[in-house]
């Protein structure tokens, strides 16, 4: 009876032994991500990363830029260096500043595009990059009607309204002389054109996409723009540092991008009408 209990103790705590080892080599299987979370997860793994280009301009320009009631600069550059930067898949932040500021923004690196109406000139290309041209521009003359002034050169001897370090300063000065009196420099065109109707200047000279808008948004009767065969057309183009060689090829490859699409004829007669 004895070995029979034994036996019966023995037999009961192998089985025992075998049932912990059992329950103690189990292992969990991992619980595998549902079918739509693997494929965000491998869309995020695999999306590039947007860059980031910090864009300035002078947003005193209109139509090209300006400022709507609540702040935020708007117009025809705005447009166009925001569809850019859809066809290359960039994020931009566009900072309003001075005339002066967005080339010393560019020159000293705090941003890496500026687009504000800016002129190629070979003094500029010799400190920054530019783009291929995406407008051409005209300076004018504007006058009271019944002036004498009929042409660029009749301007001597009369008082000369120009913005600073744009065309139309270049133009005058070197028609009149850097340190002529009668060269009134202004820091925005509204306020020079204000003071030819308030008569502090007798002529203003300036971008002719500039003088057409603000004289059909604030019309004054007894005035007129002349336009010199003698003064050279000019084309404005996307300015950036002279070391971002490879930003300025995607600069046109956008740009070309936007032109072929048909966005820029859109834009273009969104603030100027029909393309010429």
């Known amino acids: ?3 029979l209990k ?5 037999f009961l705590i192998i089985i025992m032994g ?3 080892v059992a329950c103690g080599g189990k ?3 991992p619980t595998s991500a549902p079918a739509e979370k693997k494929d965000e997860q491998a ?3 695999s999306a590039p990363e947007k860059k980031t280009y910090k864009v300035v301009m002078h947003a005193e320009f209109p139509p090209f830029e300006y400022l709507d009631p609540s702040g935020k600069p708007v117009g025809f550059e705005v447009d166009l260096i925001n569809e850019m930067a859809k066809e290359m898949g960039w994020n931009i932040e566009i900072k309003n500043t001075s005339w002066d500021g967005v080339f010393e923004e560019i020159g000293s690196g705090k941003a890496e595009l500026a687009i504000s109406g800016i002129t190629i000139k070979p003094d500029r290309e010799k400190l920054y990059l530019f783009s291929e041209p995406y407008f051409q521009a005209k300076q004018l003359i504007l006058v ?3 002036s004498p002034i009929k042409s660029l050169q009749d301007i001597k ?6 913005m600073t370090s744009t065309t139309g300063a270049l133009i005058v000065s070197d028609l009149l002389g850097k340190a002529n009196k009668d060269i009134l420099q202004y820091d925005e065109m509204p306020s020079m054109v204000e003071d030819l109707y308030n008569k502090r200047v007798d002529v203003v000279v300036a971008d002719n996409a500039f003088l057409m808008e603000h004289m059909k948004k604030n019309p004054k009767p007894g005035y007129v723009t002349i336009d010199d065969p003698n003064i050279p057309k000019e084309n404005y183009g996307i300015m950036a540092n002279k070391k971002d060689t490879e930003l300025i090829k995607q600069v046109n490859e956008a740009l070309k991008k936007v032109k072929d699409s048909g966005k820029y004829d859109e834009i273009y007669k969104k603030y100027f009408g029909e393309v010429k």
């Open 43 to 45: 869309q995020s793994a």
């Open 144 to 146: 009271p009607e019944g």
């Open 18 to 20: 075998l049932l912990v």
């Open 157 to 162: 001897g009369h008082k000369v309204g120009v």
């Open 6 to 10: 034994h036996a019966g103790v023995v």
């Open 1 to 3: 009876m004895k070995l």
């Open 27 to 29: 292992t969990e299987q």
